[in-house]
């Protein structure tokens, strides 16, 4: 099973989810909704919202109500890529201009403060403690993260602990709760939802890690934005990470890192993390979670809920997007 088979089989929800954040993103003020409605339009795979549906399988599976998890997931995603526009100057995200790009930095940062409110406001309608707590806390993980990427630009002084850490906050965190609020929701039992969980983390840990290593080898078409826009930001992930302490370029890298030049030579860096062992070391890592993920679920019931957060992870470790 793959991911337009999911889909397909959740064809209906998915799109009531899809018509569910457009409403719920609604306002009166024109350049706010134009703004908001801006990252909306230019799709996504929706995945955070399709673990939600998936978890709220394990109990009383009910969209109507799984929305209020859903929708809220997805908003704080974009909210994410709002911000994270700002703070990168990127200018094309999805292969669409930016909202700081088509607007301001300042309407992109309201924006993003906009949706994020909008979120919280919508997770409210249950009435159940534990998703307020699990959501605040993930959000309060989810900036530190983001503070560990703007701590660590340009900076080798890091190393695979604290990227471990880091892509946890900034990616798995959420993506580990849209599993387990989906089943916390659906009244699942303690022992589904705590599996949920850990499946979540496995799968965000490898779909980060996999992001990381498309930001090399995928082409600015497939990607939205050119190949290697993160390493261009001074951002240091896993494959460049690998490269500098352990390739087979590591001495080339080292040499620019001591003479303090190697952002002056961050193109041709570029292509040798490309041609390096990093790329196939990171993928062995990501496989590695989608292994944990499947172990945690490998002995739930095989029914198709089984089969489609199999499926998902399958995409996972093999996409081009």
Known sequence: MNLVDIYFEMKKDVEYIENQLELSIDTGVRE???????????????IRPVFVLLGGKWGSYDVTRLKYVAVPLELIHMATLVHD??????????????????WDNKVAMYTGDY???????????LKIPQLHQILANAIVEMVKG????????????????MYLRRIKRKTALLIAISCQMGAIASGATEDLVRRMYW???NVGMAFQIT????????????LGKPAGSDLRQGNITLPAMYTAHHGIAREQFQKWIREDTFWN?????????????????????????IARARSIIADLPNNSTKKSLIGVADFIIDRKF
């Open 115 to 125: 949706i994020l409110a909008r979120a919280l406001s919508i997770v409210t309608e």
């Open 32 to 46: 706010l909704y134009q703004s908001s409605t801006h990252l909306l339009k230019a799709g996504g795979k929706r």
């Open 146 to 161: 983001e503070i560990e990427q703007v701590r660590a630009l340009h900076s080798w002084d890091q190393n695979f602990r």
């Open 265 to 289: 030579h961050v193109d041709e860096a570029i292509q040798l993390v490309r041609k390096d062992e990093g790329i196939a070391f990171s993928q062995r890592l990501a496989e590695r979670y």
């Open 211 to 222: 992001d990381d290593i498309l930001d090399f080898t995928g082409t600015e078409k497939q």
């Open 199 to 201: 499946y979540g983390y």
């Open 85 to 102: 526009d700002v703070v990168d100057n990127a200018d094309k995200r999805r292969g669409r201009d930016t909202v700081k790009t088509k």
